[in-house]
């Protein structure tokens, strides 16, 4: 993607990651998990814990899945949730349920509005919040830290193995499911990556609380990029 985007993060303003809130979802298999009644408690819940942490001075992250519907109607609900939730810059990814996404996406091309160098779509969504729609693999630091974001998990990802600053791997879909293979618990998820889906990750985590729970984690060779070749 070329040069990383720098995120700018102090006291004043906070970054956070979440992925797959899955708003409209109904399927038993996305509410159960996450102990919620129906779409609309799943809805009252999830902008509850987001508007709970983040506030309108604060740069957001959605890696994907953010609702699910078709047509007018998803671009409707996609439209109002981001209305509904708290941010200053909110960064957002398709994912695999682009649902509402795409439509604005859409509607900012035949704006003449395409992306930046970083490929963003900037969209203005008010005169005090910014969405920038983003694809889903983006590439970003904060305070120096490499972080690579993606909607889905990879095992092999850029900088991962940086002798002096190892890149962090963000990702969502796959609802906390990875550790039910033996394998990819004991190894891959013991590297410096993480689920941001809810079932993983009930709240959005903000920066240094992702920092800490890459701390204990080991930085991850799979390929020929190890420290002697970064």
């Keep these: 993607m070329g040069q990383f985007l720098k995120i700018n993060r102090n006291d004043k303003c906070k970054v956070f990651v979440w992925s ?9 298999f996305i509410l159960n998990p996450r102990s919620f009644t129906s779409v609309e408690h799943a809805q009252k819940e999830t902008r509850k814990r987001w508007n709970d942490k983040v506030t309108n001075d604060d740069i957001g992250f959605l890696l994907g899945d953010t609702v699910v519907g078709a047509g007018t109607e998803g671009q409707k609900v996609f439209t109002e949730l981001l209305y509904s939730l708290n941010f200053k810059e909110l960064y957002v990814m398709g994912g695999n349920h682009p649902s509402g ?10 704006e003449n509005i395409f992306p930046d160098e970083h490929w963003r779509y900037k969209w203005q969504l008010n005169d005090n919040k910014i969405v920038y729609l983003i694809p889903n693999y983006f590439e970003i630091v904060i305070e120096g830290q490499i972080v690579i974001m993606s909607h889905y998990p990879i095992l092999s990802w850029n900088k991962m193995g940086d002798k002096h600053s190892p890149a962090f791997m963000l990702y969502g879909h796959v609802h906390n499911n990875l550790r039910k293979t033996e394998w990819i618990r004991n190894n891959y998820m013991k590297g410096k990556n993480h689920d941001l889906s809810i079932e993983s990750s009930p709240d959005p985590l903000e920066f240094a609380e992702i ?11 799979v390929d020929h990029h190890g420290p002697e070749t970064i």
């Design 101 to 110: 996404w795409s439509h604005i996406v859409q509607k900012l091309r035949s």
């Design 20 to 28: 797959d809130i899955h708003e409209k979802h109904s399927k038993d």
């Design 211 to 221: 920092q800490e729970i890459m701390r204990p984690k080991k930085v991850l060779h």
